[in-house]
C-alpha cells in the first residue's frame, strides 16, 4: 500500500512538471541567403507588390540573367514584365526612362556597369536631371541595377568602380550595398522610390551566403536609402568602405583585434546621399579615420568622406586626439581641464 502511495505522489510530481513545461521562447535559426538570391526575392516580392513594375535588360527573361539574379521571374511574370532586349544600352536605357516618366516603375539592369556608358545620357540628362530640375514635379522611378567594381579574370572594360562617378550627379541617390541584408532591404526601398536610383551591385558577391533574420526575410522589410550601418564596435580607429570592401575591413578588424586594436566598421550602404553623420560620431569616438573602397584613388568616394570630416567640426577631435597622443597626456580629474584647453589652443591659435 505504501508503495502504491508512493508511486502515485511521485506520478503527481512528473505530470506537474511537464504541465509547468513551456514552448522554447528562443528565436528562430537564421536563414542564409546569397546575395544573388537575395536580389531575386527583392524583385520578386516587389512585382507580385505591385503591377507597375518590370524588368528590362540584356538575357534577363528566358536565359534568367547573365548572373542569373532574374531566375525563374520570366516563368512567373511573362513578356510584359521581365522583358529581354538587345544589345543596345542606350536604347533600353531610354525605353526604362520614358516609362518611369508614363507612371511605370521599370528595374533596367546593365550586364555590367561599364556598359552604363553607353547609356550616360539617358541616366543623367534624361533620368536624374528631370527630376531634379522639376523640383520633384515630375517623378521618375526608375532603378538601373547591375554588377560594380572590379571582377575575376576579366579586362579593364569590366572592372570599373563607378560609385564616385554617379554619386558626383545631382538627382540621383546611388546605392552600393555589401551583404544579403543590404541588398534586400536597399533594392525593395530603391523600387519604391520616386527618384532614380543607381543601384550598385558586385559580381564577386553574388554567391556569398549571409544570415537573415526573420524579420529580414520579411515582405515588408526594407532598408532606409542614405543610413549607414556601423557593422563592428571600436575604439580605436574607424574604417569605412562599402560593397566588397567592407568585408575585407570586418577580416582587417578581426586581425588587429588580437594585436589590442578595436576597429569600428562602418558599412556606408549607400553613397548619395552620404550618411556623414554616422562617420562624424564614429570618428569623434575613435580618433582616426581611414577609407576603403574599390575605386580610383583620385576623385573618389574616401576623397569625399576626408573632405567632409575636415570641412565639418569632427576634425577638431581628430587634431585633439593627435596633440593628445604626441604630448602622452593622462588625463586625470586635476589636470583633464587644463590639458584639453591647452590641446584646443594649439589647434585654433598656433600658426
Not at 520579411?218 to 574607424?238: C, M, N, S, W, Y
Not at 569600428?264 to 573602397?293: W, Y
Request: aromatic content about 10%; proline content about 4%; charged content about 20%.
Amino acid at each position: 500500500m505504501a508503495s502504491i502511495r508512493c508511486f502515485l505522489r511521485s506520478g503527481k510530481s512528473a505530470v506537474s512538471v511537464v504541465l509547468r513545461r513551456e514552448f522554447s521562447k528562443t528565436s528562430p535559426a537564421a536563414v542564409q541567403v546569397n546575395v544573388r538570391d537575395a536580389l531575386n526575392q527583392a524583385m520578386d516580392e516587389e512585382l507580385e507588390r505591385d503591377e507597375k513594375v518590370f524588368l528590362l535588360g540584356e538575357e534577363v527573361a528566358q536565359y534568367d540573367g547573365a548572373y542569373k539574379v532574374s531566375r525563374g521571374l520570366w516563368k512567373k511574370y511573362g513578356d510584359k514584365r521581365i522583358i529581354d532586349t538587345p544589345i543596345t544600352e542606350m536604347g533600353f536605357a531610354g525605353i526604362a526612362v520614358g516609362a518611369a516618366f508614363a507612371g511605370l516603375r521599370p528595374i533596367c539592369e546593365f550586364m555590367t556597369w561599364n556598359f552604363s556608358m553607353q547609356a550616360i545620357d539617358q541616366v543623367i540628362n534624361s533620368a536624374a536631371k528631370t527630376y531634379y530640375m522639376s523640383a520633384g514635379a515630375q517623378p521618375v522611378p526608375i532603378v538601373f541595377r547591375g554588377p560594380n567594381g572590379s571582377s575575376a579574370g576579366v579586362a579593364a572594360q569590366h572592372s570599373q568602380c563607378f560609385a564616385a562617378w554617379y554619386g558626383h550627379c545631382p538627382g540621383l541617390k546611388v546605392v552600393s550595398p555589401w551583404n544579403s541584408e543590404d541588398a534586400r532591404g536597399l533594392l525593395k526601398a530603391a523600387i519604391r522610390d520616386n527618384n532614380p536610383v543607381v543601384f550598385l551591385e558586385n559580381e564577386l558577391m553574388y554567391g556569398v551566403p549571409f544570415d537573415l533574420s526573420e524579420e529580414v526575410m520579411h515582405k515588408d522589410f526594407v532598408l532606409p536609402i542614405g543610413k549607414a550601418k556601423v557593422e563592428r564596435q571600436g575604439t580605436h580607429i574607424t574604417l569605412v568602405s562599402h560593397s566588397r570592401c567592407v568585408g575585407f575591413c570586418l577580416d582587417a578588424a578581426a586581425v588587429l583585434a588580437k594585436e589590442g586594436v578595436e576597429c569600428e566598421v562602418v558599412n556606408l550602404r549607400t553613397i548619395r546621399p552620404l550618411d556623414v553623420e554616422t562617420i562624424e560620431a564614429s570618428v569623434m569616438k575613435t580618433g582616426h579615420l581611414v577609407t576603403v573602397e574599390g575605386g580610383w584613388p583620385q576623385y573618389g568616394v574616401g576623397a569625399e568622406i576626408c573632405a567632409r570630416i575636415m570641412e565639418g567640426t569632427c576634425s577638431c577631435f581628430l587634431n585633439i586626439h593627435r596633440l593628445v597622443s604626441q604630448m602622452q597626456i593622462k588625463p586625470n580629474l586635476g589636470l583633464k581641464y587644463f590639458h584639453w584647453r591647452f590641446a584646443i589652443e594649439l589647434v585654433f591659435f598656433s600658426p
